[in-house]
């Protein structure tokens, strides 16, 4: 089985060529065109531009790194939702003509699934999912016979949340890595931690009432110069990923639960990695990362969950193939298990 991948939820549009031998999976091909700017953040128009502009270049390039055509490939997946619409529409429409051109099945899968079921290439058996994303924040796992959401932010996703902070802080986006940085060489000199609002609530987090504040804080001019921007990095980045792993630690006990996958791209962040591997330790869990490469948007994870479905039965026809860009993790019907 050799299954051609496409990923287009957000910024990223993103192609893999994924196989399926003697029940193993290989990636043989993961490429990546990301969309960028200086100033704000994700407009949908533009992202859609974006796509439509890069699509093809990927494919051709997704394929040839794989030393594939479409006359090798059995399968073609793609992310069906959640998502932006405008993204996920330029996605769907490139599958679709693939599809009905090359005569190749098709099937819609869904982005934040994927995140947990690309784990399975780590050998995580039944794990937590701290899920965290520019969208997205969630802890997932496996129960009752479906994916459940046992928490999530109320508000914005923490990859929002940084990016929206990195912007008043002049960082562009994404901000994320420039956040990850400049905490880095705060926690060199020992700086001092600036106590902000912890703002967990049961199993859920919030994050839009500390943006409010780390915002009107900026405003006030107290973290013009660098050494403070650097000091504010640490101290934010410390207070939401322990509210994060709060919620995460409190999933694995209550699922009694022995693995913890991380995935989205916040979870590239440094600090985050140290922290969940810290907690990890201390609960005798095992802790999953997978590489940078299969945290942040991409098509392998949506190519590995494509094949795990098809395998178990599911097709999606051409007619059932539009976007759903609200599709929630939790309204997944899972029968690969």
């Not at 796509?51 to 997946?77: P, T």
């Not at 956040?179 to 705060?186: G, T, V, Y």
């Not at 700086?191 to 943006?211: C, Q, T």
């Amino acid at each position: 089985m050799t299954c051609l991948a496409i990923e287009s939820t957000a910024h990223t549009f993103g192609v893999s060529v994924v196989e399926f031998r003697k029940n193993k999976f290989s990636i043989l091909s993961n490429v990546r065109d990301m969309y960028k700017t200086i100033k704000g953040g994700m407009i949908p128009v533009q992202l859609s531009e974006h796509h439509m502009e890069c699509f093809d270049q990927v494919i051709k390039e997704a394929l040839s790194r794989a030393n594939r055509s479409l006359k090798d490939i059995n399968l073609i997946a793609f992310s069906q939702g959640p998502g932006i619409g405008h993204a996920l529409r330029i996605g769907a429409a490139a599958v679709r003509s693939l599809s009905i051109q090359n005569k190749i099945k098709l099937i819609g899968v869904n982005h934040c699934v994927a995140h947990l079921e690309i784990a399975s290439i780590y050998s995580a058996k039944d794990p937590v999912l701290l899920y965290a994303s520019g969208a997205n924040t969630q802890v997932i796992a496996y129960d009752g016979g479906k994916y459940r959401v046992f928490g999530e932010t109320l508000d914005i996703g923490i990859g929002n949340f940084l990016d929206s902070f990195g912007r008043e802080l002049g960082l562009g986006f994404p901000a994320g890595p420039k956040i990850d940085e400049m905490a880095q060489k705060a926690r060199a000199r020992n700086a001092k931690y600036i106590e902000l609002p912890y703002n967990v609530k049961g199993m859920d987090v919030s994050f839009s009432g500390l943006f409010t504040l780390l915002k009107n804080m900026i405003k006030l001019g107290n973290y013009d110069s660098l050494e403070k921007k650097e000091d504010l990095c640490f101290s934010v980045q410390e207070t939401v990923f322990a509210m994060l792993l709060e919620v995460t630690e409190r999933a694995l006990a209550h699922c009694e639960k022995t693995e913890l996958v991380l995935g989205g791209g916040v979870a590239c962040n440094s600090r985050l990695k140290e922290m969940s591997q810290i907690m990890c330790k201390e609960r005798d869990v095992k802790c999953i990362i997978p590489e940078n490469q299969y945290l942040v948007d991409n098509a392998a994870m949506i190519g590995v969950l494509g094949i795990k479905m098809l395998n178990a039965g599911n097709i999606t026809k051409i007619k059932d193939s539009r976007i759903n860009p609200y599709e929630r993790t939790d309204d997944v019907k899972v029968n690969w298990k």
